[in-house]
C-alpha cells in the first residue's frame, strides 16, 4: 500500500461499491446500461474462467476510490496473448492521488505474472486529464478504432 492506497482484487462484497464506481464510470461516457449487465459484469468479473475479465477496487484510506476490469485474450501477432485494459475510473474525489497509476501497474503486474507483456487500452481524444497519465504509463500508438455502426 502506498500513499494510503490498496489495491485488491474484486470480492463478492464489493459489490454495491463496485456499481457505484462503475455507474461514476459510465457516467462520464453518457452510458446506461440495464441491471441485468450490471449483474452478469460483476458475476464475470469474479468468475475463474480465465477467459472472463477480471477487475481490482482501489481503496484510498479505506474507502472505495477506483475500479480497473481487464481481460486477457488471444492476439495473432503475440503467441503469448495480450491484455486488455477495458474499463478505467477514479472517484472524482481521488483524482490525482495516484489511484489510476496504482489501478494501471496492478494490471502490469497481473499480465507480466501471466506472461503477457503487451497491455493496451483505449480513451476519447478530449479525456486530457486521463491522457496525462497514459502518456506518463504508456506508449501512444497510432492507430484509430472503428466499430460496425449500430
Not at 461514476?24 to 469474479?46: I, K, M, N, Q, S
Not at 501497474?105 to 497514459?134: C, M
Request: a negative charge; aromatic letters at 14%; glycine letters at 8%.
Amino acid at each position: 500500500m502506498a500513499d494510503g492506497i490498496e489495491i485488491r482484487e474484486l470480492r463478492a462484497d464489493d459489490r454495491e461499491a463496485w456499481a457505484a464506481l462503475w455507474e461514476g464510470y459510465l457516467d462520464f461516457y453518457e452510458t446506461r446500461l440495464p441491471e441485468t449487465v450490471y449483474e452478469h459484469t460483476f458475476t464475470a468479473l469474479l468468475s475463474d474462467d480465465p477467459t472472463s475479465p477480471s477487475g481490482y477496487l482501489a481503496l484510498k484510506e479505506g474507502q472505495p476510490a477506483g475500479l480497473v476490469h481487464y481481460l486477457f485474450h488471444a492476439h495473432c501477432w503475440r503467441p503469448e496473448g495480450i491484455c486488455y485494459l477495458q474499463d478505467l475510473f477514479t472517484a472524482p474525489e481521488a483524482r490525482v492521488a495516484g489511484v489510476g497509476r496504482a489501478l494501471i501497474k496492478a494490471v502490469y503486474a497481473s499480465a507480466d505474472a501471466r506472461g503477457v507483456p503487451g497491455v493496451y487500452w483505449t480513451t476519447q481524444e478530449f479525456n486530457h486529464p486521463a491522457r496525462i497519465l497514459y502518456d506518463d504509463i504508456g506508449a501512444l500508438t497510432p492507430f484509430i478504432k472503428y466499430q460496425r455502426p449500430a
